[in-house]
């Protein structure tokens, strides 16, 4: 089955305690992307990737870091968080570029407290 | 600016009240306008893709029709299972990023 396997689902975590949240597809998709999705203002792109080891800012990627290893993988990486990156996370994939259809994530709902 | 707006931002619709969102676009050069459906808590999920004004796709209830300014995505006879945030997003010029809109959130009362 087709899928983008977001982990964790819900974290909890405190101000400045380093997170992963990973993020993997099965799809052998070249495009790769973070987003995250609050009331208000919609989805906002955090970095892409067009392929292993390439990767660039999106919208809003102060706070962020990524990395694509292996096509497959595409970690999110908040070296210290805030209380201001609480969102809710989706990765997403698609085929070599954005104008193919994207395969989204169930989501990882993060809280920093 | 590259902007995509949706209209309105919530809709209530009685079932078997048929209705239309909006999904307006202003961009330079539209590769592709797409629209996604949303549950709640869950990631989106691909609708339908439109390419070039005149163009309309149908699924189940839902049609999706395209002009050089806007788009609609046009709900026939709706049913209390398409409840959810519909969003619209726009792939445009040499962008390697779609720029989306907020989304209209649509209940459907049985």
């Known amino acids: 089955e087709a899928q983008v396997t977001q982990n964790p689902r819900y974290l909890i975590t405190v101000t400045g305690k380093k997170l992963t949240v990973t993020c993997s597809q099965n799809?052998?998709?070249?495009?790769m992307s973070w987003y995250r999705q609050d009331p208000g203002l919609g989805l906002r792109q955090i970095y892409y990737?067009?392929?292993?080891?390439?990767?660039d800012k999106g919208d809003v990627p102060e706070g962020y870091k990524v990395s694509r290893k292996e096509k497959r993988n595409f970690p999110l990486i908040l070296e210290s968080p805030s209380p201001n990156q609480t969102s809710l996370y989706f990765c997403a994939s698609s085929w070599r570029d954005p104008k193919n259809i994207q395969y989204f994530g169930a989501g990882t709902r993060l809280s920093v407290l | 600016e590259d902007q995509v707006t949706q209209s309105p931002e919530a809709l209530r619709l009685q079932e078997g009240e048929s209705s239309s969102l909006n999904c307006s676009y202003t961009v330079s050069g539209l590769r592709g306008l797409f629209w996604y459906r949303q549950d709640p808590g869950k990631g989106p999920e691909f609708l339908f893709t439109?390419?070039?004004?005149?163009e309309e796709k149908e699924k189940e209830r839902l049609k999706a029709t395209l002009t050089k300014k806007e788009s609609f995505l046009h709900i026939t006879a709706p049913k209390p299972e398409d409840s959810a945030t519909y969003l619209c997003a726009v792939h445009a010029g040499n962008n390697r990023k779609l720029i989306w809109g907020l989304g209209t959130s649509l209940a459907v009362n049985p």
């Open positions: 990737s067009m392929n292993v080891e390439v990767t």
């Open positions: 439109l390419y070039s004004a005149g």
């Open positions: 799809m052998n998709h070249e495009y």
